[in-house]
């Protein structure tokens, strides 16, 4: 079945530096890719989608890339805010259902 | 516009009681899904339903869990006789058509203890 491994947390980072975490995952075909942000209090937002090979998804400063040669998912920011504090989700799509990493949560001191 | 609400946000049971948890959709979407985060894990699907309509319950367990989206009022997930490993967040969503794209929204959860 479809799944999706992404980089373990916590992770701590000073405010200007580049983030990245790591998401691969298995299918059969190739589903559409996303990332998701849940901020303290608050549900999941969908940050930012691929939805094929070679495909750069990108919101607000954050950016990831279909690798289908790597099934892979990185996401990347170059520099980070404290208003970046968060749990970050990435996750694929079979039909209507979506399956998820476990999530790696993020936290930017000032 | 609301957004997906959910209530309660946190509830605690004891063993062998009943967990009843409410997912009031966006104004204007028909779809509800349910997922179930256990603790270092990502989310699971549960359910989909339509008003009035079990679409897809391949994800929910086959005893003592059941879901409902009636005509009128909220999506209710009803855990009965819960165990200690019914603990966990369980996240509500809804769009307006059956897929995952920029139109599917999140509740911010219940996070179910059990005692």
């Known amino acids: 079945g479809n799944s999706v491994t992404q980089m373990e947390g916590p992770v701590t980072l000073s405010e200007e530096a580049f983030l990245t975490i790591n998401c691969t995952y298995t299918?059969?075909?190739?589903?559409?890719l996303f990332w998701y942000v849940q901020y303290p209090g608050e549900g999941l937002q969908l940050l930012l989608k691929?939805?094929?090979?070679?495909d750069k998804g990108s919101n607000k400063g954050f950016e990831a890339t279909y690798r289908k040669e790597t099934t892979s998912f990185h996401l990347e920011k170059g520099s980070v805010q404290v208003s970046d504090s968060a749990v970050y989700f990435c996750?694929?799509?079979?039909?209507?259902?979506?399956?998820f990493g476990a999530g790696t949560t993020v936290t930017v001191r000032a | 516009n609301a957004g997906v609400m959910q209530n309660p946000r946190h509830l605690v049971r004891r063993r062998g009681q009943e967990a009843r948890l409410r997912c009031s959709p966006m104004?204007?979407?028909?779809?509800v899904y349910w997922y179930r985060q256990l603790p270092e894990e990502g989310l699971k699907f549960m359910v989909y339903?339509?008003?009035?309509?079990?679409?897809?319950e391949s994800g929910m367990p086959k005893e003592r869990f059941s879901a409902e989206f009636p005509k009128e009022g909220p999506s209710i997930l009803r855990i009965q006789q819960v165990v200690r490993g019914d603990s966990a967040a369980y996240f509500c969503?809804?769009?307006?058509?059956?897929?995952?794209?920029?139109?599917?929204?999140f509740g911010s959860g219940t996070q179910l203890s059990v005692l």
């Open positions: 339903l339509q008003k009035e309509n079990i679409i897809d």
């Open positions: 299918a059969t075909g190739y589903p559409s």
């Open positions: 691929a939805t094929k090979a070679d």
């Open positions: 996750a694929l799509i079979e039909d209507y259902k979506l399956s």
């Open positions: 104004k204007g979407h028909s779809h």
């Open positions: 969503a809804s769009s307006p058509a059956g897929t995952a794209n920029e139109k599917l929204f």
